[in-house]
């Protein structure tokens, strides 16, 4: 059973998200939140595998509550009216696991928190392109030695993951198993000290690892 609290200061968005997730037999939602202070309280207290958090709250927005979540377990999604949200990427900087726009289909907000909680891949790949230019477009300094703990063979699949490939796509690409492949994206989480995919792309990104515009 996946747990879910959902954070958002419109009660109806709220509810329209729980009759949405309850009906699955392995979704279950376990809180809800008004604002993002008490949205960072229930999920110390309730530890739900997936937060959906609205990025615009009362008392602490979506980004700081998901800066003050980031040492637990708990994997936030951001939930936003635009995808093109500026608070999307520093959110992502911040610790989320991805982020969904409210007007998903019901069938994607589902996926996208099975997804979340077991650590895959969140972002779709049109999402992602349009994520990984706004994080280029903004001046940052490459920081390569983040990357040190990492092989050879580590940095190469980053840079695939970084670019929206799937395990098996990645394997077919580097002549390996998925399961070798799962082995790696595990392993550098690991030593890059991150819990999923989508703060793999950040690093890849920041890192100057790899760059808008390369071939898959």
Same mark, same amino acid.
């Given at each position: 059973?996946?747990?879910?609290?959902?954070?958002?200061?419109?009660?109806?968005?709220?509810?329209?998200?729980?009759?949405?997730?309850? +009906? %699955?037999?392995?979704?279950?939602?376990?809180?809800?939140?008004?604002?993002?202070a008490e949205a960072v309280r229930m999920t110390r207290r309730l530890d739900p595998d997936v937060v959906l958090m609205d990025v615009r709250m009362p008392e602490l927005d979506g980004l700081e509550a998901t800066r003050a979540l980031a040492a637990t377990r708990s994997r936030v999604v951001v939930v936003t009216t635009f995808d093109l949200d500026e608070y999307v990427y520093e959110?992502?900087?911040?610790?989320?696991?991805?982020?969904?726009?409210?007007?998903? %289909?019901?069938?994607?907000?589902r996926h996208a928190v099975r997804v979340a909680a077991r650590g895959d891949a969140l972002l779709s790949p049109g999402v992602t392109r349009r994520l990984i230019e706004e994080f280029t477009?903004?001046?940052?300094?490459?920081?390569?030695?983040?990357? +040190?703990?990492? +092989?050879?063979?580590?940095?190469?699949?980053?840079?695939?993951?970084?670019?929206?490939? +799937?395990?098996?796509e990645i394997a077919e690409r580097l002549y390996m198993s998925p399961a070798t492949v799962k082995t790696h994206v595990?392993?550098?989480?690991?030593?890059l000290g991150v819990h999923d995919r989508a703060q793999l792309v950040v690093i890849a990104y920041e890192t100057g690892l790899t760059r808008p515009g390369q071939h898959p």
């Amino acid at each position: 059973m996946i747990t879910v609290l959902l954070a958002d200061d419109q009660p109806l968005v709220r509810a329209g998200l729980r009759a949405l997730l309850d +009906t %699955e037999d392995d979704l279950t939602v376990i809180g809800e939140a008004a604002d993002g202070a008490e949205a960072v309280r229930m999920t110390r207290r309730l530890d739900p595998d997936v937060v959906l958090m609205d990025v615009r709250m009362p008392e602490l927005d979506g980004l700081e509550a998901t800066r003050a979540l980031a040492a637990t377990r708990s994997r936030v999604v951001v939930v936003t009216t635009f995808d093109l949200d500026e608070y999307v990427y520093e959110a992502l900087r911040a610790g989320a696991s991805g982020f969904l726009v409210k007007d998903a %289909e019901p069938a994607e907000i589902r996926h996208a928190v099975r997804v979340a909680a077991r650590g895959d891949a969140l972002l779709s790949p049109g999402v992602t392109r349009r994520l990984i230019e706004e994080f280029t477009a903004r001046p940052a300094v490459p920081n390569a030695d983040r990357l +040190t703990p990492l +092989t050879g063979r580590e940095r190469e699949v980053l840079a695939r993951v970084a670019r929206g490939l +799937t395990n098996g796509e990645i394997a077919e690409r580097l002549y390996m198993s998925p399961a070798t492949v799962k082995t790696h994206v595990n392993r550098m989480m690991a030593k890059l000290g991150v819990h999923d995919r989508a703060q793999l792309v950040v690093i890849a990104y920041e890192t100057g690892l790899t760059r808008p515009g390369q071939h898959p």
